[in-house]
């Protein structure tokens, strides 16, 4: 039954850091070397810097300076290329090197503001050749392991003249060692495909070994639960591959996980007390997280994390270091060309930052060690005593939180602080998650509403129309829709420095009919235009950007001019701009008008639907503002807010707006009223983020936010009466990004998606309960950064086409067809092609609107001339006639209601007093068989 437990890390989500809590301004080492590039104590980071002829370490702490920021610092610690290098489990400040200069090197480091010691205070000379790894030992102090090219040794380092032990020598170059958690034993991995373990206090040789690794690429071993062993390496097909083994036995595998066809190398790092699994490919872009179990499944995901940049080494940060307040259970560091990226790993709870959730966090091993060199080389088992992580029980050094940039509002540690918006909160109880597939038809349906069906009996006789239809439950025209990506010549590819961390009140990016805006991660907030009618490749070369100066918070198209588009930066300022008619040709400096009045960090833009020249703006100083473009001036101020201001929309026929926010509350305004909410209601729960958008002629709101458990739901709220709560709440599935809505008013079809994932949800939206109805979802090949649906006249209504979009991924921009299957494409589909809106013209103008006028868009239809609607089509005669359903449901005895029924399901499926086919071909008469 260990496989139907309920692991309380199993919602674990990483959580990327903002890139103004990245250390910045280093540069890693290009060096090929079996170390992990970077290692951290609970102070220090110590990493590869590149130096010609290697030798030099980089030095930064684990939490910033008093102003938010990292001091990085250099240690000239070799002669030669640093191999490897590990921090003391029991000093923090204690530094191992070893270097291709064939010495290890032991180091006690300063602060990375301070002067560093210019030399070791420990040197030793194994005189084996060039050495490759060094290992503190997990119990016992002044212990090491130390690999040379074919030997592990174990090293006192009080006694500088031999090693204590020269274990066997390998076939082939060691790859890696590990310590078993207890001290007792050590695990090699080698190029000669073989997986060693030793007990170096009994004897040299292995007491197990066998021929376990399939390829004799680069290859990893870690201790993990227990007797288990866990190695990374390659399979025959040069696939990567994760394996778990029985260190008593290591003729075979208790479990695997293969992972794509790569170069490099994949790093594990361990927590012993999650049983967490951290998995980063060398040069990959991807960190996943596993939980490790003794039993089966033994190998389950946890998360998939997709970073911005290569990865050059990954280290993970030690327990006492973490935040536990924010309910952090791990740490990664991620080593790129140009700086170090923080990843988080958090459990979401409720009261997260407010209490310490002791479930979550066993004792862990403490700072003291158990043992001296001599005493565990003589035999010595004892273990390292345990030490709490309540802050209140830990020393003063290590309890104090990471403090922030002036300027913020919170004040959290580096790893867990990655977006302020997103705090955890959930419920500790087993809860299982429901899958995405069957989340969403009818929350609200009660329990014996289904009943019938799954249990697979019939509907009694006596039921209603009304309760017939409930059994079967409401169905949509596009439940079997079907995403598709458009032919590779319509793609736009080689897009180079692309922004991967825009705010999350952004989309991403935004496009139009003619062009698309992309914003870009090089300095002074530039932004890439592309048109869409010059698809292709990309030259290597740079191009002309529209300079904006500052990192760009939102962008969004004017409705009205195709050429004009309007950028929130992250210094209050909002700057529009006009592409010139022939396209951007050179780099843009020079803004068309500068917008100035919000007096901190701008959250989103919107222009309005209906009138020219009508932009609205919230920002973090918790107002939002009104502007008319055409003046150039602030018009209306609206307040109201407590907190962030996650989203805002304008109701369709431009009279109201639509906000929801990080205070718990959905409100709508009337802004040419009043500065107020007019209407406020309860909004999500959760509080990581959310969305609003208005749907069903602006009668209802929908928001998608996060609930009490951390899983994403879908809110439906009516318009008319907030105040009464969410009409019906739809679940939808638990990840850490926030779905981002994108409805389509002809066929109120939504769909949503989050940044960084592959899956697009598709609903269909009905003014009655169950109010969404789930259809077909669309799955891409990789993850994506954006999505960006494009005008209705886009769609291409010979193949049925009711939505197309752009989607961003790191390199591309595909256009992406949303189709509905139909069999008489010759005609046209006039029952989802409404006349659609020509919301690419103006209704009125910003003084009209401003002075109390309304307008709405005049419509048009779809149908080209040369098709005929599908509801003139020619009627083909039925093959066979069956009574009307109202013939079943007349009042009969409930025994005739009984078998017409049943008759009628029957003759659905088929008479069964009809010929097969087979039954009219002709046979061979037995005389004709050959002998």
Not at 112 to 118: E, H, L, R, V
Not at 142 to 158: E, F, K, M, N, Q
Not at 846 to 855: C, E, F, P, Q
Request: hydrophobic fraction near 35%; proline fraction near 6%.
């Amino acid at each position: 039954m260990n496989r139907f437990k309920t692991s309380k890390y199993k919602n674990t989500t990483a959580k990327i850091a903002k890139k103004d809590e990245w250390i910045n301004n280093i540069r890693a080492g290009s060096f090929s070397c079996q170390g992990n590039h970077i290692k951290a104590s609970s102070r220090l980071v110590a990493f590869n810097a590149e130096q010609a002829g290697g030798g030099m370490l980089g030095l930064t702490s684990v939490r910033p300076s008093s102003d938010g920021q990292w001091s990085v610092n250099q240690v000239s610690c070799h002669s030669d290329l640093v191999t490897d290098m590990d921090f003391s489990p029991f000093d923090e400040s204690l530094l191992a090197t070893c270097s291709a200069d064939e010495t290890v090197k032991l180091w006690h480091l300063c602060d990375p503001d301070q002067q560093q010691p210019s030399s070791p205070d420990l040197t030793l000379h194994p005189g084996l050749g060039r050495l490759e790894l060094v290992l503190f030992h997990p119990t016992s102090s002044g212990v090491l392991a130390v690999g040379t090219t074919r030997s592990p040794l174990i090293w006192d380092v009080s006694s500088q003249d031999a090693p204590l032990a020269v274990l066997e020598e390998h076939g082939d170059q060691v790859q890696s060692v590990s310590w078993k958690r207890d001290g007792s034993l050590l695990a090699s991995s080698c190029k000669d495909k073989m997986l060693r373990v030793f007990d170096p206090r009994a004897q040299l040789t292995p007491v197990q070994s066998a021929k376990s690794l399939q390829n004799n690429k680069d290859s990893r071993v870690l201790w993990t639960k227990e007797e288990l062993l866990l190695s990374t390496g390659f399979d025959m097909m040069r696939n990567r591959e994760v394996k778990l083994w029985d260190s008593r036995k290591l003729s075979s595998s208790v479990s695997s996980v293969s992972f794509s066809t790569a170069s490099g190398i994949l790093i594990p790092m361990f927590d012993e007390d999650t049983g967490l699994l951290l998995l980063a490919g060398m040069g990959d872009t991807v960190i996943d997280c596993f939980e490790v179990s003794s039993s089966e499944p033994f190998l389950s995901q946890v998360s998939h994390c997709l970073m911005d940049g290569s990865t050059r080494g990954v280290s993970m940060v030690p327990k006492l270091a973490l935040d536990v307040m924010s309910c952090e259970v791990t740490r990664a560091l991620q080593l790129t060309d140009s700086c170090i990226v923080p990843v988080s790993y958090q459990v979401p709870r409720k009261h997260s930052g407010q209490e310490f959730h002791e479930d979550l966090y066993p004792d862990t091993v403490g700072t003291t060690p158990a043992l001296t060199a001599e005493e565990w080389w003589q035999g010595g088992n004892q273990q390292v005593e345990k030490v709490s992580l309540h802050p209140g029980k830990q020393p003063q050094s290590r309890a104090l939180p990471a403090k922030r940039a002036p300027g913020k509002k919170e004040a959290v540690s580096v790893g867990s602080k990655v977006d302020v918006a997103r705090g955890c909160s959930t419920s500790s109880s087993p809860t299982s998650t429901p899958s995405s597939s069957s989340s969403s038809v009818a929350p609200s349906r009660s329990p014996s509403s289904t009943s019938g069906l799954s249990s697979g009996f019939l509907p009694s006789p006596s039921q209603s129309t009304k309760a017939i239809h409930s059994l079967l439950g409401p169905t949509s025209k596009f439940r079997h829709i079907q995403g598709v990506m458009m032919h590779k010549d319509t793609h736009i590819t080689n897009i180079r420095g692309l922004n991967l961390t825009t705010p999350g009140e952004c989309d991403g990016f935004c496009a139009n009919s003619r062009y698309v805006a992309v914003p870009l991660s090089t300095s002074g907030g530039q932004i890439a235009i592309f048109e869409r009618s010059q698809p292709g490749r990309l030259p290597d070369t740079s191009l002309p950007t529209v300079q904006n100066s500052v990192s760009v918070s939102d962008l969004c198209w004017d409705p009205f001019d195709t050429r004009r588009l309007a950028v929130a930066g992250e210094d209050a300022k909002i700057r529009v701009w006009q592409i010139p008619t022939n396209g951007l040709k050179e780099t843009l400096t020079e803004p068309e008008l500068i917008l100035q009045g919000h007096t901190e960090k701008i959250y989103s833009i919107k222009f309005h639907p209906l009138a020219s020249d009508v932009l609205v703006s919230s920002s973090y100083d918790l107002t939002i503002r009104l502007w008319d473009l055409k003046r150039g001036k602030e018009v209306k101020l609206l307040t109201g807010h407590d907190d962030q201001i996650f989203c805002m929309a304008w109701s369709p026929d431009g009279k109201l707006l639509a906000t929801v926010c990080k205070d718990g509350k959905v409100r709508i305004y009337d802004p040419r009223k009043s500065a107020t909410p007019t209407q406020e209601g309860v909004g999500p729960e959760g509080h990581r983020g959310a969305r609003v958008v208005w749907v069903l002629n602006g009668k209802f709101l929908l928001v998608s936010g996060f609930d009490s458990r951390s899983e994403r739901t879908l809110y439906m709220y009516s318009a008319e009466s907030l105040s009464s709560g969410a009409v019906s709440s739809t679940p939808v599935n638990i990840s850490p990004s926030t779905l981002i809505p994108f409805y389509d008013p002809d066929t109120n079809i939504i769909f949503l998606t989050g940044k960084g994932e592959t899956r697009v949800h598709i609903y269909e939206i009905i003014p009655e309960d169950p109010y969404l109805i789930e259809c077909s979802s669309f799955n891409s090949a990789e993850p994506h950064k954006g999505l960006a649906f494009l005008l209705k006249t886009e769609c291409n209504v010979q193949e049925v086409e009711v939505a197309v979009g752009l989607m961003l991924t790191k390199t591309t921009i595909e256009p992406l067809a949303f189709k509905v299957p139909r069999v008489k494409k010759e005609f046209f589909q006039d029952d989802v092609y409404p006349d659609t809106s020509v919301c690419w013209e103006a209704a009125l103008t910003a003084s009209d609107w401003l002075s109390g006028s309304n307008g709405q868009h005049k419509k048009i239809s779809l149908k080209p001339k040369d098709m005929t609607p599908v509801s003139e089509a020619p009627k083909e005669a039925p093959v066979r006639k069956y009574m009307p359903s109202s013939f079943y449901l007349e009042e009969k005895t409930d025994e005739q209601k009984k078998e017409e029924l049943l008759s009628a399901m029957v003759a659905k499926l088929g008479n069964m007093d009809d010929p097969l086919p087979q039954e009219s071909f002709q046979g061979v008469d037995d005389d004709e068989w050959d002998d």
